[in-house]
């Protein structure tokens, strides 16, 4: 069984930065995909990104995160960042950090974007963004 906790949402103003961490207990992060979500009211949840457990390849599938959101990896910690730069209004959203037991290994062939595909949640941090 995997825990996972999250943590650094909060407020910010348009433009600011902030780091959202994922503790995860249970299980090594070199052994499991992690990927974080958000869900903006009235929308469903979406897949941010993503970081492969054994070669810390990431992944974004949105233009709109390319180039702000990066994911880093403190194995030490056993807990998985979400850098988050150059904010927007329409970022506010709860974040989610997910883990997949399948260890994905960073290929182009395939890539975890979709929620089902994930087997642990953590409990979502709230982030809003004031323009």
């Known amino acids: 069984q995997v825990q996972l906790v999250e943590s650094g949402g909060g407020f910010v103003q348009a433009g600011g930065s902030l780091r959202l961490a994922c503790a995860a207990s249970?299980?090594?992060?070199?052994?499991?995909?992690m990927g974080w979500f958000r869900q903006a009211p009235g929308n469903e949840r979406e897949f941010v990104g993503c970081v492969s457990g054994s070669s810390g390849e990431t992944y974004f599938l949105s233009d709109s995160v390319k180039g702000r959101f990066t994911i880093s990896r403190d194995d030490a910690k056993n807990t998985v960042y979400l850098h988050m730069n150059r904010l927007k209004s329409e970022d506010t959203a709860i974040y989610y950090c997910?883990?997949?037991?399948?260890?994905?290994?960073?290929?182009?062939?395939?890539?975890?974007?979709?929620?089902?595909?994930?087997?642990?949640w953590g409990q979502g941090t709230q982030v809003t963004v004031s323009s």
């Open positions: 249970g299980r090594s992060l070199n052994r499991l995909t």
């Open positions: 997910a883990a997949d037991n399948y260890s994905w290994d960073g290929s182009t062939l395939y890539r975890p974007v979709s929620e089902i595909v994930y087997d642990y």
